[in-house]
């Protein structure tokens, strides 16, 4: 080690005392910035216009005719319970009741961006009430049946005969609902149609968790 | 050593940072509102259905523990609305003076009642209102609408399904339809 | 300007404005990428394209390369090797613009360079290992670890640290 | 916004670009902070010249400030960022063995690039030796696997295992950084000067 022992004293320039009383008053700044609650996910703000919003309603018609063209990127989702998807469901929807919409497993089916998802229940509550979960999680691509299975039931399954002073238009739309109701099995006694459409296997790739990878 | 004395551009550099800093922090707004409960807590809420209320339990002992918010537009209220129920219309609740109303319902521990022309356009409200924070918070289930200039009141409750549909559909397939029509794609209409 | 580079040769910057520099450019990977700035990982890749060129079945039955090689994809595509390759430009420019370019061995007077040379690799390997074994070298998992306050990032650097100076005593012949 | 990337901001298209603008940077502020020479880094552990910790210190100083202020005005959001995990076992005994190869070699990855760049040829010895070492350890990972994967604490933070805020222990670590500049001098001044 050095042989001459005589500390020498250490001049410290002005600056970097300045620069050290700078470096601690900025990290005590830290420690005394007014803590404030932070907002996960949503901002409120947002989320109200998104309820206001009227555009996540899908008619009745809409689906049927998406049904009977087979859009591929239709993806129809059942938040009434057990049973009640049983006894009745849209033709290939996935029944994911009201209570497990936030659980992992059927993230998967909410949480994609390859499928337009439509929501429904026998009316409009469950389903808005689902689609605002969804809404505050942050997923896309999701509507809502307007009125649900009821509506359905209503228009498709048996359409009200228009009276003769209706507009024309109505009688359009009453042809495409009886020829609907059709395609779904109401009325034509040979059930030669197969009654039950094949499966529509859905597979889906689970969405990446957005942290980002790393490492050195 | 030498470099050490060097300290020009370590001192500028530094203004700068610290000047950078005194920006950010005085234009930063705190999020005036911000969502206090976590979605598990809500869903819970929505699947346990203690948010509703019918009109049955709407007797006169309970009145003054409920304070009706009617969360229509300005103009269904006027046309008619329960008795001494407040209009905050959906989309002016956040603003600073429902805000304090409702927290001064909040501290007189008053159970908020929310209705509208139908429930699930209440639901909105109450999911809002419940995520912020506010403890009870609740949906009168009726249907409300304006029938020859009386404002009706009518019980609707959720999701009743109008008709048994497993059934229907047996009894429709199996009518025997005399024409045999072949699965016909209808005609694009409109 | 000529004899001002030739006098300054060894003029380095401030290490404090250095350290500055380095901080902001660790904030800046961070709020752009999302991760830490880093280095070991490029020599790792390479070693995985080299070793999955030559013999591919070895590769695939080793656990450790079987996690880097990609189907359909080189190994040397990740961010890693991108950086190391900025970090050779970016060493060139500052050594070309304070004249510090020069091809030799630098060593201390008293070790011959072939000595130094040697001590160079032994101590390579040294790092090789510790690095792969922690995750990530001095930059990766100790700059890029405490800027996030990560234990990992801390154990490492306290370890390193610790660790080298109670080695120092042990080859001091080799510096002093 | 935080980390723009991850969160789709800027497209992941760009990421090799700024992988490179990065690297450059990196590499410059390196060489000029006299990292490209061993002697200079060596200097940390035999006390004639402590750039290298002024170096560090202060880099991680100044980036966990920005980060936690960026933080506090939610320009970035911790959770995305890049947790280094904590396997601990495995970083102490990677910390020894880097730390020998630290005073051995008298580089580390990043400064060995940014030597080598500048024509140190023991740099590029240095550059061979790391790849022998990653070599090494591959072929031995069998063995080693059990110390790689154990001790796992996931990404923990040093302040969660701490138990105190955060911006505490940044204003605690900044003090401590402080003083040991000041001690640093010190002992430099005390140490006999070695020109290099």
């Known amino acids: 080690m050095s042989k001459t022992y005589k500390v020498k004293k250490v001049i410290v320039k002005t600056e970097y005392k300045v620069l050290a009383v700078l470096l601690i008053i900025l990290a005590g700044g830290l420690v005394l910035l007014p803590k404030y609650e932070k907002n996960s ?14 555009e996540r309603y899908v008619t009745t018609d809409q689906i049927a005719d998406k049904i009977i063209k087979q859009d591929p990127n239709l993806l129809l989702i059942d938040v009434r319970k057990k049973e009640k998807f049983d006894a009745f469901s849209l033709p290939n929807a996935v029944n994911i009741p009201l209570a497990d919409v936030l659980s992992s497993d059927s993230e998967a089916y909410l949480n994609q961006d390859s499928f337009d998802v439509v929501l429904y229940s026998n009316d409009n509550c469950y389903s808005d009430q689902a689609w605002q979960l969804c809404n505050r999680v942050g997923y896309k691509h999701i509507y809502v049946l307007k009125g649900g299975v009821n509506e359905w039931f209503n228009t498709i399954i048996n359409p009200q005969e228009p009276k003769s002073t209706e507009s024309e238009l109505t009688f359009k739309q009453y042809d495409f609902r009886k020829a609907a109701g059709m395609y779904f099995g109401v009325g034509n006694t040979a059930s030669t149609t197969t009654k039950v459409k094949p499966k529509k296997v859905i597979k889906l790739s689970k969405k990446k968790k957005k942290v980002a990878e790393g490492g050195c | 050593m030498k470099e050490l004395e060097k300290t020009k551009r370590i001192s500028f550099s530094a203004v700068i940072i610290i000047l ?41 002992k309970s009145n003054e523990q409920m304070a009706f918010i009617d969360v229509r537009n300005g103009f269904e209220y006027n046309k008619g609305h329960l008795k001494n129920a407040k209009n905050i219309y959906t ?5 600073e003076a429902n805000k304090t109303y409702l927290k001064k319902l909040e501290d007189k521990n008053k159970t908020i009642v929310l209705y509208a022309s139908k429930p699930n356009k209440a639901s909105g409200a109450w999911m809002l209102l419940t995520q912020m924070g506010y403890k009870n ?53 409109y | 300007m000529k004899n001002y580079s030739k006098k300054n040769r060894h003029v380095y910057w401030n290490p404090y404005f250095g350290g500055l520099i380095l901080g902001l450019l660790i904030l800046f990977t961070f709020y752009i990428t999302g991760r830490g700035p880093g280095a070991s990982g490029a020599f790792k890749s390479t070693i995985v394209t080299v070793v999955d060129d030559i013999a591919p ?91 996030v306050l990560s234990l990992g990032g801390f154990i490492t650097v306290i370890s390193i640290f610790g660790s080298g100076y109670a080695f120092a005593y042990f080859f001091r012949k080799n510096w002093i | 916004m935080g980390p723009l990337i991850p969160n789709g901001v800027i497209p992941p298209e760009w990421n090799f670009v700024f992988a490179i603008l990065i690297g450059i940077v990196f590499g410059f502020t ?90 140190k040829i023991d740099a590029m010895a240095t550059m061979v030796g790391i790849l022998i070492g990653i070599l090494i350890f591959s072929e031995l990972y069998n063995f080693i696997e059990p110390l790689f994967d154990g001790s796992y604490l996931d990404r923990i933070t040093i302040t969660d295992s701490l138990g105190i805020s955060p911006y505490w222990f940044i204003f605690l670590f900044s003090i401590l950084a402080v003083i040991v500049f000041y001690v640093v001098d010190v002992i430099r001044k005390r140490v006999k000067k070695v020109f290099y």
Not at chain 2, 28 to 42: A, C, G, H, I, S
Not at chain 2, 160 to 174: E, L, N, Q, R
Not at chain 4, 100 to 111: D, H, K, M, R
Request: proline share 3%; glycine share 8%.
């Open chain 1, 41 to 54: 996910g949503i901002k409120p703000e947002t989320f109200l216009l998104n309820i206001m919003s009227t």
């Open chain 2, 20 to 60: 950078a800093v005194l920006i950010g922090l005085l234009n930063f707004k705190k999020p005036r509102n911000v969502f206090k409960k976590d979605k598990d807590l809500t869903l819970k809420h929505i699947v346990s259905q203690d948010f509703i209320i019918t009109s049955k339990d709407l007797d006169s």
């Open chain 2, 91 to 95: 989309a002016n609740l956040l603003e």
């Open chain 2, 137 to 189: 918070v609740k949906i009168l289930c009726v249907q409300t609408n304006y029938i020859n200039n009386k404002f009706s009141v009518s019980d609707y409750p959720l999701e009743i399904p109008k008709y048994d549909f497993a059934a229907y559909m047996k009894k429709a397939t199996s009518t025997n339809d005399d024409a045999t029509t072949k699965k016909v794609a209808p005609k694009k209409s």
């Open chain 3, 57 to 147: 079945t070895h590769a695939e039955n080793n656990a450790y390369y079987d996690r880097f090689i990609k189907k359909g994809d080189s190994p040397m595509n990740t961010w890693l090797v991108y950086e190391a390759i900025g970090i050779l430009i970016g060493g060139f420019l500052s050594g070309a613009l304070s004249n510090r370019l020069k091809l030799y061995v630098q060593h201390s007077p008293k070790i011959t360079s072939k000595k130094r040379l040697i001590v160079a690799v032994l101590g390579g390997v040294a790092f090789g290992i510790g690095a792969q074994l922690a995750r990530g070298c001095t930059s990766g998992a100790g700059l890029s670890g405490m800027a």
């Open chain 4, 30 to 119: 390196l060489e000029a902070s006299g990292f490209s020479s061993s002697r200079k880094i060596a200097g940390v552990f035999y006390g004639y010249d402590f750039a290298v910790l002024k170096v560090f210190f202060t880099a991680a100083l100044v980036a966990m400030i920005g980060i936690y202020y960026m933080d506090y005005l939610e320009l970035i959001n911790v959770e995305n960022l890049f947790v280094l995990p904590t396997y601990t076992w495995s970083a102490i005994i990677g910390g020894v063995f880097m730390g020998l190869g630290f005073v051995v070699a008298g580089f580390c990855p990043g400064t060995t690039l940014c030597a080598a760049a500048i024509g």
